[in-house]
């Protein structure tokens, strides 16, 4: 096993660590030890990260964008299920229940719980 491919497999061990399991991703049934999946699973969950759509769910809860918060947490779930991010999902549950019942502070407090989660994930990946 080349050193790459050390560094990736302990990059993924954190990751399953931290509720993101790469065998119940879209990867499930790619070779999930060979180096390029790996790689190209990496640098989707690390987009994912960094996508737009947790900005755009921050600033439709601060407009009280109902309906469009809704749209954005459901793409945000959707996405997170494709890559096998596990750790997310009951935290969008408190942000979906509070957009249904149109409660500002329980969505946000929730939103405070996955923007901190984000962060320990982005660290481990390095």
């Known amino acids: 096993m080349s050193a790459r491919e050390q560094v990736l497999m302990k990059i993924i061990a954190n990751l399953r ?28 969950v690390r987009e994912y990260m960094a996508c737009y759509d947790f900005i755009r769910l921050e600033q439709t809860l601060n407009n ?30 408190g942000i979906r229940g509070a957009i249904i019942q149109k409660n500002m502070r329980s969505a946000k407090q929730s939103l405070v719980v996955v923007n901190n989660k984000k962060t320990q994930i982005l660290k481990y990946m390095g």
């Not at 509720?19 to 190209?40: A, L, P, Q, R």
């Not at 109902?66 to 996405?79: C, K």
Request: hydrophobic share 35%; glycine share 4%; net charge negative.
């Open 17 to 44: 660590r931290l509720g993101i399991d790469i065998s119940n991703s879209k990867f499930k049934d790619k070779d999930i030890e060979n180096e390029v999946v790996m790689t190209v699973y990496i640098k989707d």
């Open 64 to 93: 009280s964008q109902w309906s469009a918060a809704y749209t954005s947490i459901n793409r945000l779930e959707e996405n997170a299920r494709e890559l096998g991010i596990n750790s997310f999902f009951k935290s969008f549950d």
